[in-house]
């Protein structure tokens, strides 16, 4: 294993690339099924945001600690584990302390073990960088995730509730066909277009669409 | 070569049809067990035969013998729900003729819902229950349907967008994704109803049941490899990527939330899998039509299977109101 010959990143690129270049919903289109499912509010998106991020950091950092001890061979199950147990301690913190929220998002929660952005930042990264930069890629990757989930759940607060944050903005009837779960697909198509776009005109028109998820 | 597939075709028929035979059984018997809510009575006098609920809000009770028309007042009946026996609905009317009863109630009546039927005059008390084909039926339908995983509960989409560019690939997935859930929702129903909840350890059901999931898929695979090899060749490849998804995942968490019985769990999995199949199916045509059709160059791939999605979606909702018993 070549994992120490060259230098890790630094945590503002590790953080840059989570946002922004590699996001896990617009980019790599990993975890695509919370990213419709609880996006009809900002703060749903956030507290799933929050869940994940959480998650994500805690498994990354204890598979950083870990990484020597693990037999490559069980490696898979293993991950699996550790992200069962912080699923289950967040899962618990969150019910305890946000009761109201966790009702509306309970079910994502408990499903957070098998999103494919989390079992693959360990894999990728967290099994073969130390603790410091595993902290930050994941730290990237988790507010990504967040930020990427707020984003839909605001287009489609505003869009299908007239609100933001539970903020009324406008008191006219709101499209409802946003709230719905067809709405949800269509934002993230228009989301996700838009990106794409974005992208062509930064880099000149030679990019390629966001990948293809097939996991998560 | 040809012969060697030949058994591996044969049974993907098979099991492409078993289960749309079965829904379409279901389908045709549901409207006809209607009447199944009935129990016996085994008392002397006049006893009730049946008790059935017609929709929207009257109760037909049938006699064995003659039911005097003097008796047929109001104050005669007492008709509340199981669950508040002690507070009676009202009731708008109550209509003898011969041996049948109708009861008029003031507000709607479910035949999947439980109630407590009392008479005074002649002295009869009875539980109204639901026939559990009803509710079975029901259930399907809302798994499978009304609630369609990919389209109203957003799980599996990973799967949902991945699998879904060829149909032949679509069915396979389909198929291996149904039989796969059906093992594993019973697993783990076992597991929660025999060890998580007499021991409780209900906090443990994430890490239990994503064990239970791996654990089966294994299972299987390996079961399969030896026992059908050329079953295994078509759709082994599935089996793998099935082991950590949403779904799969999803059904025992929603059995072990609502309690159910064995045959529910059974009937949730299967409801979910052929609904899964159907989404992932639906959505392998439209999208080989759409490798002709011109997309513009920001929507090129994901963007646009997502709209799509959307319209499918939007169909769904049409189901929403589906039920054979209201």
Redesign the interface.
């Known amino acids: 294993m070549s994992e120490t010959t060259e230098r890790p990143p630094g945590a503002l690129q590790l953080l840059f690339n989570g946002i922004v270049s590699e996001n896990p919903v617009f980019r790599l289109?990993?975890?695509?099924?919370?990213a419709?499912?609880v996006t009809t509010t900002v703060a749903n998106g956030f507290i799933l945001g929050v869940a994940v991020l959480a998650v994500q950091v805690l498994s990354s950092l204890t598979v950083a600690i870990a990484r020597g001890v693990i037999h490559p061979r069980v490696r898979i199950?293993v991950y699996?584990?550790i992200i069962?147990?912080w699923?289950?301690a967040i899962?618990?913190a969150l019910a305890a302390f946000v009761p109201a929220l966790y009702a509306q998002v309970g079910?994502y929660i408990?499903?957070i073990?098998?999103?494919?952005i989390i079992?693959s930042r360990l894999e990728v990264f967290a099994s073969r960088q130390p603790l410091v930069p595993s902290f930050w890629d994941a730290v990237g990757m988790g507010l990504g995730f967040m930020i990427a989930l707020m984003v839909i759940g605001a287009l489609r607060e505003v869009l299908g509730a007239g609100s933001f944050f539970g903020i009324v903005l406008f008191k006219t009837k709101p499209l409802l066909f946003f709230a719905?779960?067809?709405?949800?697909?269509?934002s993230?198509?228009?989301l996700?277009?838009?990106f794409?776009?974005l992208e062509?005109k930064l880099t000149g028109g030679t990019a390629k669409?966001?990948a293809?998820?097939?996991?998560? | 070569m040809v012969e060697r597939r030949m058994p591996s075709i044969r049974t993907t028929r098979f099991s492409a049809l078993a289960p749309l035979a079965l829904v379409a059984a279901l389908l045709l018997g549901a409207p006809m067990l209607r009447g199944i809510g009935a129990v016996q009575a085994a008392d002397g006098g006049n006893t009730i035969e049946s008790v059935a609920i017609d929709t929207p809000d009257q109760v037909r009770i049938t006699f064995r013998g003659e039911f005097p028309a003097a008796q047929a007042t109001a104050e005669n009946f007492r008709f509340a729900e199981a669950a508040a026996p002690d507070a009676p609905m009202a009731l708008k009317s109550v209509k003898a003729e011969g041996r049948v009863v109708t009861l008029t109630a003031t507000q709607a009546l479910h035949p999947t819902e439980r109630y407590k039927l009392e008479v005074a005059d002649p002295p009869i008390s009875r539980d109204v229950t639901p026939s559990p084909w009803a509710t079975l039926v029901t259930l399907f339908l809302s798994s499978a349907l009304i609630n369609n995983f990919v389209f109203t509960r957003y799980l599996g989409l990973c799967i949902f967008f991945g699998v879904s560019k060829k149909r032949d690939a679509a069915v396979g997935m389909g198929v291996t994704f149904t039989a796969v859930m059906i093992f594993t929702a019973m697993t783990s129903w076992a597991v929660d109803t025999f060890a998580l909840q007499p021991l409780h350890l209900g906090f443990l059901q994430v890490l239990v049941f994503i064990g239970t999931v791996a654990a089966v898929v294994q299972f299987l695979d390996t079961m399969l490899r030896k026992t059908h090899p050329a079953l295994h060749r078509s759709f082994g490849v599935y089996l793998m990527l099935i082991t950590t998804n949403c779904i799969i995942l999803a059904v025992p968490l929603l059995n072990a939330q609502g309690k159910v019985s064995m045959l529910e769990a059974l009937v949730l999995a299967l409801g979910s899998g052929l609904g899964f199949a159907l989404a992932l199916f639906l959505m392998s045509c439209a999208r080989e039509k759409m490798e002709l059709a011109r997309v513009p160059k920001a929507f090129e791939g994901l963007p646009i299977a997502f709209a799509l999605a959307g319209l499918f979606a939007l169909a769904f909702m049409g189901f929403s109101g589906l039920d054979f018993f209201r």
């Open positions: 289109a990993l975890s695509l099924c919370p419709v499912a199950p699996t584990i069962a147990v699923v289950s899962d618990m079910l408990k499903l073990v098998a999103f494919a079992i719905l779960p067809a709405g949800g697909f269509f993230i198509a228009l996700m277009a838009f794409n776009a062509r669409p966001a293809g998820g097939h996991h998560g």
